[in-house]
């Protein structure tokens, strides 16, 4: 089994800064993509960043220049600094994990979220 756990959300004033960390523990082989996630109150989870295990990365068009995704594949971690931050980015931020155990092969693990608020 695999668990994946976010932190380093929180309270910020528009045009502030947060990083926020994914970690996966557990059972794991491989990672292959791991991808950041969110979901405003009312709206539908949208996909934010990913990372390939190459380093490439690909972002939603609405937070490029602003956002940037990263990983260790050492700790089995990811990370998104968010700068620049505006009101429309306050949501509950997702860690989405594509990843090999070693008993139930590839599939994708989602953490539980943690809550961004951008607000003055």
């Known amino acids: 089994q695999v668990q994946v756990v976010e932190s380093g959300g929180g309270l910020v004033q528009p045009g502030g800064s947060l990083r926020l960390s994914c970690a996966a523990s557990?059972?794991?082989?491989?990672?292959?993509?791991m991808a950041w996630y969110r979901q405003a109150p009312g709206q539908t989870r949208e996909w934010v960043a990913t990372?390939?295990?190459?380093?490439?990365?690909n972002y939603v068009d609405s937070v490029k220049g602003r956002f940037t995704i990263s990983r260790d594949d050492a700790k089995n971690t990811a990370t998104l600094q968010m700068n620049s931050l505006k009101s429309e980015d306050t949501a509950a931020y997702f860690c989405?994990?594509?990843?090999?155990?070693?008993?139930?092969?590839?599939?994708?693990?989602w953490g539980q979220g943690t809550q961004v608020t951008v607000s003055s």
């Open positions: 989405l994990v594509d990843a090999r155990d070693a008993v139930s092969g590839w599939r994708g693990y």
């Open positions: 557990g059972s794991i082989v491989a990672i292959n993509v």
């Open positions: 990372i390939t295990p190459t380093g490439r990365t």
